[in-house]
């Protein structure tokens, strides 16, 4: 098991005051992280700021985090989709920093499609640090998603732990899950005692990286190969396994606690959607399942719109029916479906069809 993010969540001020207090931040959070030797055991570190106002534009606010090399990743938060310099966020992406926006609405579909299409016009990879939020906020300390929601500074802990499932029944889960959420939770009072700042819990979504495959688990589990019937019953076991062991635990669970399934994030996931065999549709009716169905997608930039627009869509309804957040991150690249896209880090990844 790793700590897949420590993520700090600032708070708001005056330029150099918010660059010198992340700087300070950033740098005591990093000598705890080797003073109490979990060098080895966490992945990134990252900070993110409140929420902008109307009279913030994105990229004075990105300015407050540009060249800080205290943490991996920095995000300045959320930005509204009525917000009246929208189209910045594709400067701040560009520069490298996360934001996510705020669908309230589904008339403002046509104007968030084109800041995705338009951050991706430059590099495909730019699009992955955009996040559409549906449904309401939400605390969580997952990129780009995360936002500092409660004004006071403080952190909170993902996770990356599919090893530990692997070839596990669902009975085999809940034991499993427990333990790992009791030891993060140590690790994550500890750090905020040190650091002089509030601790927001641990968000126990179950999340992929590459060979650690979050789909693999799902077919194991259920018995057949995701999309078909059965996968859909199994995410939701498994999310109910979460829930469980999180209130055994005892812990104070923060975010989404659900199963993730981000396409450029999971091996298993991009062969099935390489193969044709998961389709847009089919990450779509995921999502009713799952918080992220529709994540680290990559979508021909020739898709026509009334079909991205139906996602958009969907995606709220899903959204308004489950009574809770779901997110968005759709990757636009100059490809069709069956053609592979290099994004960054992420790897070459899989045009999806529709």
């Known amino acids: 098991m790793k700590i897949r993010s420590i993520t700090l969540f600032a708070a708001s001020g005056e330029m150099q005051s918010v660059r010198e207090r992340v700087s300070n931040l950033g740098s005591m959070l990093s000598f705890n992280i080797e003073s109490m030797f979990l060098s080895e055991s966490v992945w990134s570190t990252r900070v993110a700021l409140p929420p902008l106002s109307e009279q913030e534009t994105p990229m004075k606010r990105a300015s407050q985090l540009l060249d800080l090399n205290v943490v991996n990743y920095a995000s300045i938060g959320q930005v509204e ?16 920093l996360y934001v996510s926006i705020n669908m309230r609405s589904t008339d403002r579909i046509k104007s968030i499609e084109k800041v995705l299409r338009k951050a991706c016009e430059k590099n495909p990879s730019n ?3 955009i996040c559409v939020n549906m449904g309401g906020d939400i605390f969580t300390p997952y990129f780009p998603s995360a936002c500092n929601l409660h004004g006071e500074e403080g952190l909170a802990i993902s996770l990356l732990y599919p090893s530990l499932l692997r070839h596990k029944h669902l009975n085999q889960f809940q034991d499993i899950l427990a333990e790992v959420y009791a030891s993060t939770e140590k690790v994550g009072l500890k750090l905020s005692e040190r650091l002089g700042i509030n601790y927001y819990g641990v968000d126990a979504s179950l999340s992929p990286w590459m060979e650690e495959s979050v789909a693999e688990i799902i077919e194991f589990a259920s018995g057949v190969r995701i999309p078909l019937p059965g996968t859909l019953s199994t995410i939701r076991e498994i999310n109910s396994l979460i829930r469980s062991a999180v209130k055994t635990a005892g812990i104070r669970a923060t975010g989404y606690n ?3 399934l981000p396409v450029a994030e999971d091996n298993v996931l991009k062969e099935r959607v390489a193969a044709g065999d998961v389709k847009l549709r089919d990450l779509v009716y995921l999502a009713s399942a799952c918080v992220s169905g529709v994540d680290m997608v990559v979508v021909s930039d020739n898709a026509p719109s ?8 969907d995606l709220f309804e899903i959204s308004m029916l489950k009574g809770r957040a779901t997110g968005l991150r759709m990757i636009f690249a100059s490809a069709e479906p069956g053609e592979t896209v290099k994004l960054n880090f992420f790897g070459w990844t899989p045009v999806i069809s529709p």
């Open 81 to 96: 989709d009525a917000h009246p310099a929208l189209e910045e966020v594709v400067e701040v992406v560009e520069n490298g």
């Open 127 to 129: 699009g992955s640090r």
């Open 258 to 260: 659900e199963v993730m």
């Open 306 to 313: 009334r079909i991205i627009e139906g996602v958009f869509k």
